[in-house]
C-alpha cells in the first residue's frame, strides 16, 4: 500500500531539490524526518513539508504508523522555466531563467 505527496511549480531549480532527496530515498520515515531537519539546504523545507503530508495521507488511506513507513520512491522534475529580462549595459538585455520543480513523494508501509 502506497501513499503519495504532491507539489508543483516550487521555485527552485530540479538540481538543489534533487540534492536532498538523493540523501533520503529509500530511508524510513523516522530517519529521513531526522536528516531533513539537520540539512542546511532551503529544499530540505519544501520536501520535509511534503513527507509529512505524504505520512498524514498513508495515515488517512490504511492508518499506518509513521514509524512503519518507508519512502519507496522520491522524485524532481521540470516544471515549466519563467523567463525574465534584466537590463543590461549599452541598451542590451540579459534573459534570466527562473526554473521550477514538480515535486512527487511516496511511501509505503512495511511489515512491521
Known amino acids: 500500500m502506497e501513499a503519495s505527496a504532491k507539489q508543483r511549480y516550487i521555485l527552485m531549480t530540479p538540481r538543489?531539490?534533487?540534492r536532498v532527496l538523493d540523501a533520503i530515498r529509500g530511508k524510513s520515515v523516522p530517519e529521513a524526518y531526522a536528516i531533513l531537519l539537520?540539512?542546511?539546504?532551503?529544499?530540505s523545507?519544501?520536501?520535509l513539508s511534503k513527507l509529512l503530508d505524504a505520512v498524514a495521507n498513508a495515515r488517512q488511506a490504511f492508518g499506518?504508523?509513521?514509524e512503519d513507513?518507508?519512502?519507496s520512491k522520491v522524485f524532481a522534475d521540470d516544471g515549466p522555466t519563467h523567463s525574465r529580462f534584466k537590463p543590461r549595459?549599452?541598451?542590451r538585455v540579459y534573459k534570466r531563467q527562473k526554473k521550477t520543480t514538480h515535486l512527487t513523494i511516496y511511501v509505503k508501509q512495511v511489515a512491521s
Do not use: F, H, S, T
Open 16 to 18: 538543489k531539490v534533487r
Open 38 to 43: 539537520l540539512m542546511p539546504y532551503r529544499a
Open 45 to 47: 523545507g519544501v520536501v
Open 64 to 66: 499506518a504508523a509513521p
Open 69 to 71: 513507513l518507508v519512502i
Open 89 to 91: 549595459a549599452q541598451g
